[in-house]
């Protein structure tokens, strides 16, 4: 937890952000797997955290901005709680810690909403993503469940959206030692993978190493040999020499803070030449993305330059031709490279997604695409100085896609079909790394990992 200075001087920005009413937080409850008092890992909401701090269940955070007021709702344990749970700091210290004064008990929260309602005040609150959080909204605000979403605050997504993307000093500490985890992940995938391995066995030990650095994994971990499917994860395939895995695995820190790192590695001890091929011409995408990236540059522009140095390794390769920002423009690099290059990653490894892609990697007058791939990218906006962005080309050869691209003659001017079809059984390789933008330009996050060929086949060694 930080100093509670710091959660005073967010609340108070929001404050004036919003500018009247009422903003109203809700904490996360634990979840159960199967029954009660069988749950879920516990996640606070990251917006609560943001503002609050408080990484426990059944807390509601409420700012009035006109009365200039703030105050939790929650409880003490119960002595049952105790006994299984363990002594605890009271509730009101817990609260203190935030600098939060005026501490209420939940059971109170109804009574006190509708003191509020019946005088006309505006209610502010964020789109929820959690069902039960739908239905408590639900009740309180008079609404049916389907319209909740609909009636979320704009001007509190904004608010917070504006405040979130900034990364403070502070931050970035917890962030680079979310990425060291990270990285010390992926040094063990690299290292660890062999020949008969299952792709389960050998993402087992992963978890262990993001617990071992004092939280758990940021999202479930991707690793596998079929990695032309982009969000295939782990199971009981059998990882054999000749094959390259991608391992897209990140951690999260105690303060929930997250890495997001990506490698692509031989299962072998060696690329084979065009394993090797393919390999440097995301590599070189990937570095010509991260050398581009400055403030007041469009992301969109980042990811159109990386498409089109793929494209442009591609027709080196013999398997793309004609001009390569022509190919781009046109969507034909969406033949191997479906998504977009990269995102927003902070409190969550898609950085506040759960407020909604139109209000964080997008504006008022900078809209989403809706043609294929393009409409795949989360952020496009301008950049600034305290972003925090993640840098992901690929190469994805999808025999299904090929083949529908194929018999609609898409792109002809742009895809040799038959170089592309040669390439039907090889998967995919990504390369994916997490960096500050600064003033100048950027900083990489965290202690480098191995990235090009050579040092990759060296720790496969």
Known sequence: MFDKSTYIARRK????????????????EDSPMNYRDNVFPFRQDSSFLYFFGLDKPGLIGVIDIDDDKEALYGRDLTMDEI???????????????????????IDAFVHDLAGVKGIGKKIHYLPPYRPESILKLSGWLNMAPGAVK????????????????????EEIVQIEEAVNVTAEMHLAAIVGARDGMTEAQLAGGLQGIAIRGGGNLAFPTILTVNGQVLHNHYGPTVMKEGRLAICDSGAENAMHYAGDMTRTFPVGKKFSSLQREMYDIVLGSQQAAVD?????????????LACEKLVEGLKAAGVMKGDPKEAV???AHTAVFQCGLGHMMGLDVHDMEDLGEEYVGYTDTL????????????????????????????????PELMDQYRAEKKYL???????LDALR?????????????????????????AKTASEIEALRS
Do not use: C
Request: charged fraction near 25%.
């Open 83 to 105: 006994v299984w749970m363990g002594p605890q700091p009271s509730f009101a210290e817990q609260a203190a810690t935030v600098g939060i004064t005026d501490t209420r008990r």
């Open 425 to 449: 059984g090889f998967g995919g390789i990504r390369i994916e790394e997490d960096l500050l933008i600064t003033s100048e330009g950027s900083r990489l996050l965290g202690k480098p990992l």
């Open 292 to 304: 581009a990236l400055k403030p007041g540059i469009l992301f969109r522009d980042v990811h159109a």
């Open 367 to 398: 809209k989403k695409s809706k043609e294929f791939g393009w409409k795949s990218l989360r952020l496009a906006r301008e950049l600034e100085p305290g972003f925090v962005v993640t840098i992901e080309p690929g190469l994805y050869f999808i």
């Open 13 to 28: 920005r929001l404050k004036e952000q919003v500018g009247k009413g009422l903003i109203l937080l809700l904490g996360n």
């Open 150 to 169: 609909e009636h979320a605050s704009v001007p509190l997504i904004k608010a917070i959206v504006a405040q979130r993307s900034i990364k403070t000093a």
């Open 413 to 419: 001017d742009f895809i040799n079909y038959d170089k």
């Open 329 to 331: 423009a046109a969507g």
